[in-house]
C-alpha cells in the first residue's frame, strides 16, 4: 500500500541554522509533490510545488528537492527565525489520484 | 478576500444527535474535500467532490454524509456522532485536481461528541 513517511515527528534546530525536512514515499510514482505549512489549530497553508522533472525550486529561504530514484522530497529553511516553527506537511501526488494524501508532518521549533 | 469558511468553530454534542459542520468557499473551486486531524494519525481524507453533484470516499468515510448541490457549498454531516469522531476537522478547496492547483484550508471545526 502507499505510505508516506517524514522524517521526525519534531525537529528542534537554533535559530540562523538551515532546517531540513525529509519526506520519503513507497508504494507511489507522484508527478509531483506539494509542501505545507501548519500551525496549531490551524487549516494548513500551501508553500511549494515541485515537479517530477525538476530537481529544485526555491522560494525565498525555501527550498525543495525531488529524487524520483530515492522516492524522497527534502524541505529546507535555510537562516530559520523562530517565526518558522510549526508543522510541516508533504502531499506527493500523482496524476490520476482524485483523493490528496499527506504524510504525517514533522513539527519544527527553531530556538532562540 | 479568497477563503473558506468552515462553522461552527467549536461544537460539542452528545452520542446520536445529528449534525452538519458547514463549508463554504468564494474561490469558484471546483474540487472540495473534508479532512480530520487526530494526534499521531496526520491529516485523513473523510471524502471530496470534483465538482457539483460528484463526490466519493476518501480513506476514512464510515460515519460521515456529504453533499455537493452548489458549486460553494460542501456540508458534513454525521447522522449519528459518536465519541471516536471526536477531532479536528478541516474543509479544503481548489481550483481543480490539476498538479498547480493547492489545496486552500478552513480554519477548523473542534467537535467533541460525549
Known amino acids: 500500500s502507499q505510505k508516506i513517511e517524514q522524517n521526525s515527528e519534531a525537529l528542534n534546530i537554533q535559530e540562523g541554522k538551515t532546517a531540513t525536512l525529509t519526506c520519503n514515499y513507497t508504494?507511489?510514482?507522484?508527478?509531483?509533490l506539494q509542501w505545507y505549512r501548519q500551525d496549531p489549530g490551524r487549516g494548513p497553508v500551501f508553500l511549494l510545488l515541485i515537479r517530477e522533472n525538476e530537481k529544485e525550486k526555491r522560494k525565498e529561504r525555501l527550498k525543495v528537492t525531488f529524487d524520483t530514484t530515492l522516492k524522497q522530497s527534502l524541505f529546507h529553511i535555510t537562516a530559520s527565525q523562530p517565526a518558522d516553527s510549526a508543522t510541516y506537511l508533504c502531499?506527493?501526488?500523482?496524476?490520476?489520484?482524485?483523493?490528496?494524501?499527506f504524510g504525517p508532518g514533522t513539527r519544527l521549533s527553531v530556538l532562540p | 478576500e479568497a477563503q473558506v469558511t468552515q462553522n461552527p468553530r467549536y461544537l460539542i454534542t452528545v452520542t446520536g444527535k445529528k449534525l452538519t459542520v458547514t463549508c463554504s468557499q468564494n474561490m469558484n473551486h471546483e474540487y472540495m474535500s473534508w479532512y480530520r486531524q487526530d494526534p499521531g494519525l496526520g491529516l485523513r481524507q473523510i471524502y471530496y467532490?470534483?465538482?457539483?453533484?460528484?463526490?466519493d470516499k476518501g480513506d476514512v468515510p464510515e460515519g460521515y454524509k456529504v453533499s455537493r448541490k452548489e458549486k460553494r457549498n460542501f456540508p458534513l454531516i454525521l447522522e449519528s456522532p459518536s465519541p471516536n469522531q471526536t477531532s479536528l476537522y478541516f474543509c479544503?478547496?481548489?481550483?481543480?485536481?490539476?498538479?498547480?492547483?493547492?489545496?486552500?484550508f478552513g480554519n477548523g471545526t473542534r467537535l467533541t461528541v460525549t
Open positions: 508504494n507511489y510514482s507522484p508527478a509531483y
Open positions: 479544503a478547496s481548489s481550483l481543480s485536481m490539476g498538479y498547480n492547483s493547492p489545496l486552500h
Open positions: 502531499a506527493p501526488r500523482d496524476n490520476y489520484g482524485q483523493n490528496f494524501v
Open positions: 467532490s470534483m465538482n457539483v453533484e460528484v463526490t
